[in-house]
């Protein structure tokens, strides 16, 4: 949608608290009573925006998923597309930790809520595929625990990656993450 589009931009551009609904609704080409027909304001918007950003990233691995029958394969295309997404909206994602530092009650009643809840569906894909290959991972650590070993190796990596201005190269990180998942999450023959 238009203003979700237009608010991506100037929230990354201006920063949360910068940006106008004024000038989110002229980047989308319409007016300031037009944009409050879709959205009650501001928080509305980024409550939307943080939605989508988690449904677009479930799209793509539900899609994967679906598709992969290969434990290995599944694991490595997920850490692509994770690292890529974020790769690919790292500015976006800089702002909004940035700007949630400014105000307690915007973090708590909208970041946090929406992040994790799309944190949660995406940790029930992985484990989902875990499941489904449990045969193949170590005995001795539930899938959900290897799902969330993944989950937070790419985290971990990435978090690093951001915090560093992105500096280093994030594809040689994609290695390093596979590489440390599969030496303690595969069940040893």
């Not at 237009?6 to 609904?21: I, R, V």
């Not at 799309?118 to 290959?133: A, M, Q, Y």
């Amino acid at each position: 949608m238009l203003f979700l589009d237009s608010a991506k931009e100037l929230f990354t551009e201006k920063g949360y608290y910068n940006t106008t609904m004024e000038e989110i609704a002229d980047r989308a080409g319409f007016s300031k009573a037009t944009i409050y027909n879709y959205f009650d304001g501001k928080e509305h918007l980024l409550t939307e925006l943080i939605s989508t950003v988690f449904a677009e990233i479930q799209s793509l691995i539900d899609e994967m998923f679906a598709k992969e029958n290969d434990f290995r394969k599944g694991v490595e295309a997920y850490v692509e597309i994770s690292i890529d997404y974020i790769e690919n909206n790292r500015k976006f994602y800089l702002v909004m930790m940035s700007e949630s530092f400014r105000q307690k009650s915007l973090v708590d009643e909208v970041i946090h809520k929406k992040v994790f809840a799309g944190i949660e569906v995406l940790r029930k894909r992985v484990t989902d595929f875990c499941n489904k290959h449990e045969n193949e991972i170590n005995p001795n650590i539930p899938p959900k625990e290897i799902a969330h070993m993944l989950m937070a190796l790419v985290t971990g990596y990435v978090g690093d990656w951001m915090f560093s201005r992105g500096r280093g190269d994030l594809r040689n990180k994609k290695k390093i993450v596979i590489e440390q998942f599969f030496n303690g999450a595969l069940a040893k023959t």
